[in-house]
Nanobody, 129 residues
Framework: VQLAESGGGSVHTGGSLKLSCVVSGLPFADYCLGWFRQVPGMERELGAI????????TYADSVKGRFTISQDDAVNSLELQMTALKPEDTAMYYCAAQSKRYDYTGGYFLPCSEPYSHWGQGTQVTVSL
């Protein structure tokens, strides 16, 4: 399994970036996918800042309304469109995947949650004033 992020860079406050993550070696449709971030020297921000499970998306409050997560099943790519960027968005951004968990008693898939088992190497996003 490989996840490879790209698209990071340096922008000014209010700018936009689009991150991409190409996923190989796993059936895209059977996995929860998410974007996480970590500021150097600090603990990784708890929980995905943006997650996607089939057609359902979730966002952390800190990015809601500014970031959009999407997936392209045809090319096994996960994307994160980031707009209205702020200096506090500066971090290393990682994409991650976790196989969907199934509740056999209830007969349904559980909501996506950590821990995620597959991670990319990260791409740096820097937002300056």
């Amino acid at each position: 399994v490989q996840l490879a992020e790209s698209g990071g860079g340096s922008v000014h406050t209010g700018g936009s970036l689009k991150l991409s993550c190409v996923v190989s070696g796993l059936p895209f449709a059977d996995y929860c996918l998410g974007w996480f971030r970590q500021v150097p020297g600090m603990e990784r921000e708890l929980g995905a800042i943006a997650g996607i499970d089939s057609d359902s998306t979730t966002y952390a409050d800190s990015v809601k309304g500014r970031f959009t997560i999407s997936q392209d099943d045809a090319v096994n790519s996960l994307e994160l469109q980031m707009t209205a960027l702020k200096p506090e968005d500066t971090a290393m951004y990682y994409c991650a995947a976790q196989s969907k968990r199934y509740d056999y008693t209830g007969g349904y898939f559980l909501p996506c949650s950590e821990p995620y088992s597959h991670w990319g190497q990260g791409t740096q996003v820097t937002v300056s004033l």
